[in-house]
């Protein structure tokens, strides 16, 4: 390869890798723990394996239960339609910014309708705006005697040895590498081009 293209793959990389950990950072998270709960029930904060062993939960300083529009901050505009206007939006979690927590726990409000809710975290980071999301299922007792259905717990949970099988991370490394290798090699042909010419 040619210097200059060395110095294009190079480059390439560099903002490439500086970008993807944000990328990659924002939700959902799959951090809520259990997933399907009731009105008043308490969800624990958990990391991707469901657990909070040695401080390894989500960090969060705020949680919002069913946020409004106005509370998703720097989220994607997408998740404005996850607001449910027939529930309240409460804070259920709340600590200084600068001591976000890694064992956090929530209590569902109680009276909340049966349905699908978006929870939305805030860890602390890029002064405060940094959030994560994920959803949860509320639901009610149902005393007519009928079959609940079964709930799956997510993929990777089932994964064996308890690990996690998100692809998300190795996958953004190595679209990101393969991303940069060919914008070397790009740049590498256009410059031995010039040089024919």
């Known amino acids: 390869m040619t210097p200059p293209a060395v110095i294009a793959c190079i480059a390439a990389l560099a903002v490439f890798g500086a970008w993807s950990p944000a990328a990659t950072a924002h939700g959902p998270c799959d ?32 949680v919002v239960f069913n946020p409004r529009p106005a509370d998703l901050g720097i989220a994607p505009v997408r998740l404005t339609s996850a ?36 929870v939305l975290i805030l860890d602390g980071q890029e002064g405060g705006a940094h959030n994560s999301w994920d959803y949860l299922h509320v639901a009610v007792d149902r005393d007519d005697g009928r079959d609940r259905g079964v709930v799956a717990a997510p993929a990777m949970r089932q994964a064996e040895g308890g690990g996690s099988t998100t692809p998300t991370s ?17 740049g590498g042909a256009a410059a031995a081009r010039r040089r024919r010419t």
């Open 170 to 186: 190795w996958l953004v490394v190595a679209g990101v590498g393969l991303g940069g290798l060919a914008v070397g090699a790009a």
């Open 31 to 62: 951090c809520l723990d259990p997933v399907l709960t009731r009105p008043g029930g308490t969800v624990r904060l958990t990391d991707h394996d469901g657990s909070q062993a040695g401080g390894t939960g989500w960090p969060a300083y705020r």
């Open 83 to 118: 607001h449910r206007a027939d529930a309240p939006t409460t804070t259920v979690l709340s600590r200084p910014r600068s001591r976000p927590t890694r064992r956090g726990a929530f209590r569902v409000p109680a009276g909340t309708p049966p349905g699908l809710y978006m």
